[in-house]
């Protein structure tokens, strides 16, 4: 302006030009003098929480920052580790998430800052966990996200965020990538400090590694039972997406709620660990039962982290599904039972049977007659003996996995003939109708589908009254075979009709009669992987009960049972 300027009259708008020209140098010498502060601030910075300090101080005077977040980035194990955050003007602890599809991935996958006039139009969604602290949080309208680079590899991440649309601008976003520069140097300064005990980082890298790639599921939290860090069993068992933002999450039963059922459960079990934790206390192998997603058994371990005074102010929780290992468990302890039971039934019958005949024999007291009945009963039991092995047999290569099917082309109706001969002639007493087609092909496993007919037709025989009628009756078409076996015996509740085919399950009212419990799970299972499906229906106790089973006669490949 000339001195011949100051005495001519100024117009309006050239009022309002000089009004914005000495407000943007006014903030301009403002963000010079605050990247000298930051300068200063962050060459005496020793570790991350002093610079992240810093850094947030110094950008909250000269710009809006509703929310603010500093990040590193592993491009090893491509992971984020949030050094500490900011919303609202209350400091968070930091946490841990994989990079994503969200806005500080795409920064860091592309190496450019994005500047976000408007979240809900330039923006995309913000994603955050469904455990996210609600009190005192909104969701962003504008941000600026900056990554922080040394030698053009990205290193960490910087970014601000407001409450408001259109709260930041190109200024704006070139202040924040000044001050990432700003960042880089100081944290190579630390980085070159912390070389000097370049052993201890490597071995803390290793226990990272360790940490990530755990199969058992692992929690770190702050002494108020938030969540410090998360590795990936642990998310999967929360049902917290790899994409979500770990906001100190806190595991409280106010925010259960908030939670998909599945992962409220686990949060329900791990408040008495969180509880032993805030006391110091260590737990191991702790078992807590889940019921929202069915029957689940995790066992839990913690153990507290103390200060420099021995004061506890968090700790690690460890946890592992152990369903599979309780039901193993139930499954040992259900077949020793059965062999101390079932097993020593035939067992001390053939023992009494061959002392009394050998007795009789010293005596001279064996009849033709009596040695003849003798020999029978002794075979009898020797071949319920051997049937019951061959059970328990069976059982163990199905669970193993180790159970094959070998079909070839059979005739059902021949097979259907020469199971209801073999069982007439062990079961005298009982009436067997058979009504069938004359010749009824396909491709069967013939050992396993007589198993499975002998076990139906001996259930039968042996849950009936004397005399009683069984009737079989086989229907085909061109795509399936039906085999019903119906009896006139003890019958079946409606609640029974699903539970009869479960391992070691007896009809109620029965367990005085000779059972395992075995024989129909595992026709089921044979039934199954042959492609079909078996069922029972009953009117009701002591109305009699029929067994159903439906294969396909020429199935295309024969699913193999699998361990269970």
């Not at 040992?332 to 005949?357: C, F």
Request: glycine share 8%; proline share 4%.
């Amino acid at each position: 302006m000339t001195p011949a300027d100051l005495g001519r009259p100024r117009t309006p708008s050239a009022a309002r030009e000089q009004i914005t020209t000495d407000s943007r140098t006014e903030r301009f010498r403002a963000r010079i003098k605050m990247l000298g502060s930051l300068s200063c601030q962050l060459s005496r910075a020793s570790d991350l929480d002093e610079l992240f300090r810093a850094v947030y101080s110094e950008l909250a005077g000269v710009l809006e920052v509703n929310a603010f977040v500093l990040g590193q980035y592993d491009e090893a194990n491509q992971i984020v580790h949030v050094v500490r955050q900011v919303h609202s003007g209350t400091e968070l602890p930091g946490g841990s998430f994989p990079v994503g599809n969200g806005l500080t991935s795409e920064v860091i996958r592309t190496r450019q800052a994005r500047l976000i006039r408007q979240w809900s139009i330039d923006g995309p969604r913000w994603q955050v966990g469904y455990a996210t602290e609600a009190e005192g949080f909104a969701q962003p309208e504008s941000g600026v996200t900056v990554p922080v680079l040394s030698d053009q590899r990205v290193v960490g991440v910087l970014s601000v965020q407001s409450y408001r649309a259109h709260a930041y601008d190109e200024d704006d976003l070139l202040l924040l990538e000044a001050t990432a520069e700003q960042v880089s140097g100081a944290l190579r300064n630390l980085r070159r400090s912390e070389r000097l005990d370049s052993q201890l980082q490597r071995r803390v890298t290793e226990l990272e590694t360790i940490l990530a790639s755990m199969a058992d599921a692992l929690l770190i939290v702050d002494a108020s039972g938030r969540i410090v860090s998360l590795n990936r069993a642990a998310r999967e068992v929360l049902c917290i997406d790899d994409s979500a933002i770990l906001f100190g999450k806190p595991l409280s039963h106010v925010k259960w709620r908030e939670w998909p059922p599945a992962a409220r459960a686990v949060a329900e079990a791990l408040e008495p660990i969180i509880e032993a934790l805030g006391r110091g206390e260590a737990l191991r192998e702790v078992e807590a039962e889940l019921r929202a997603d069915g029957r689940r058994v995790l066992s839990f371990s913690c153990a507290p982290i103390h200060d420099e005074a021995g004061a506890p102010f968090g700790g690690v929780i460890v946890f592992r599904d152990t369903t599979g290992k309780r039901e193993m468990e139930l499954i040992k302890n259900e077949v020793l039972w059965m062999a101390s039971h079932d097993l020593r039934t035939p067992v001390t019958a053939i023992k009494g049977y061959t002392q009394l005949l050998e007795r009789r024999l010293t005596k001279g007291q064996a009849t033709p007659e009596l040695v003849a009945n003798f020999v029978g009963v002794l075979r009898g039991q020797s071949e319920y003996l051997v049937g019951l092995l061959n059970l328990l047999l069976d059982y163990s290569r199905l669970e193993a996995g180790r159970f094959e099917l070998e079909p070839k082309r059979i005739d059902l109706v021949a097979l259907v003939n020469d199971v209801v001969a073999s069982v007439q002639a062990m079961s005298e007493g009982y009436r067997v109708t058979l009504q069938t087609p004359p010749v009824i092909e396909g491709d069967w496993d013939a050992v396993r589908l007589e198993q499975v007919l002998h076990n139906l037709l001996t259930n039968a025989a042996k849950y009936s009254p004397e005399h009683g009628l069984i009737d079989v009756r086989i229907e085909a078409d061109e795509q399936s075979a039906t085999v019903r076996v119906a009896d006139q015996g003890v019958g079946l509740a409606k609640s029974e009709l699903g539970q009869v085919f479960k391992r070691f399950y007896r009809v109620e009212g029965t367990r005085r009669l000779e059972g395992t419990g075995l024989g129909l799970y595992i026709c089921q299972r044979i039934i199954t992987a042959s492609g079909g499906r078996i069922w029972a229906e009953s009117s009701g106790p002591g109305q009699g009960s029929e067994f159903c089973f439906t294969v396909p006669r020429y199935s295309r490949q024969i699913e193999q049972p699998r361990a269970s």
